[in-house]
C-alpha cells in the first residue's frame, strides 16, 4: 500500500512539473541564498542581433580598484568563450585596447558590432587556508564579487546599441581557491544568449 501511494504521488506531482523545471529552480534557489554563484545582469535595451552578426569583442585597459589583479585581457576572452556558442563570426582583440581604437580595430575587421568591456570592480576574498596564511586577515574571509560593463556598439555608425552591467558574486560551495574572474563565464554566456533571443 505504501508503494502504491508513493507511486500515485510521484505521478500527481510529475504531472504538475517537469524534473527540469524542478531542478532550475533548484538551483535559483540555491543561487539566491548564496550557496551557488550568482549573477544579475542589468541592460539598457531588449535589442537582439541576426545570428550571422559578426562581433569583435576588445576590453579596456582599466584595472578594477582593490587588491584583485585579474589578467589584462581576461573579460574579452571569457566573453569570446561565450559568444562563439551563439554567433559563428566572432573576432577578439589580442591585447587591451581603447575605445577608438577598438573600433578601429573592429571596422578593420569588418565586423558589425563591437562589444567593449571592462572589469569594473573585483573584490578577491581570502577563500583558502594558504591565502588566510598570507593575508592574516579574518575580515577578509568570503565570497569573491565582480561587477563586468559592457558595451554593444554599431561600427558602421558608432551607434550605441546596448548597455549592460553585470553584477556577480560567488557562492559558498564554490568558495575554495576561487577568484572574480572565475565568475564571468556563466553571466557572460547568459548575455550572449539574450541577444540572440533565445531564453534559458
Not at 89 to 118: C, I, K, S
Not at 154 to 169: F, K, P, Q
Amino acid at each position: 500500500m505504501k508503494v502504491f501511494s508513493l507511486i500515485v504521488a510521484a505521478l500527481v506531482l510529475s504531472g504538475c512539473m517537469k524534473v527540469s523545471d524542478m531542478a532550475e529552480g533548484t538551483r535559483h534557489q540555491l543561487r539566491d541564498a548564496g550557496i551557488l554563484d550568482h549573477s544579475e545582469t542589468v541592460r539598457s535595451a531588449s535589442w537582439r542581433l541576426q545570428p550571422d552578426s559578426f562581433i569583435y569583442i576588445a576590453q579596456g585597459h582599466f584595472v578594477p580598484p582593490g587588491n584583485a589583479y585579474p589578467r589584462p585581457n581576461v573579460v574579452a576572452e571569457e566573453a569570446f568563450k561565450g559568444f562563439v556558442e551563439y554567433f559563428p563570426l566572432v573576432r577578439r582583440a589580442p591585447d587591451p585596447a581603447g575605445l577608438d581604437e577598438a573600433l578601429n580595430q573592429a571596422a578593420a575587421a569588418g565586423a558589425h558590432y563591437l562589444l567593449y568591456t571592462r572589469f569594473a570592480a573585483a573584490d578577491d576574498r581570502i577563500g583558502s587556508f594558504d591565502e588566510l596564511d598570507d593575508q592574516r586577515a579574518l575580515d577578509r574571509l568570503g565570497v569573491d564579487t565582480s561587477v563586468v560593463q559592457l558595451m554593444l556598439i554599431e561600427t558602421g555608425s558608432r551607434y550605441l546599441v546596448d548597455t549592460a552591467r553585470i553584477r556577480s558574486r560567488g557562492g559558498l560551495l564554490n568558495i575554495y581557491d576561487a577568484t572574480p574572474q572565475l565568475l564571468l563565464g556563466p553571466p557572460l554566456r547568459d548575455y550572449a544568449r539574450r541577444l540572440t533571443g533565445l531564453s534559458r
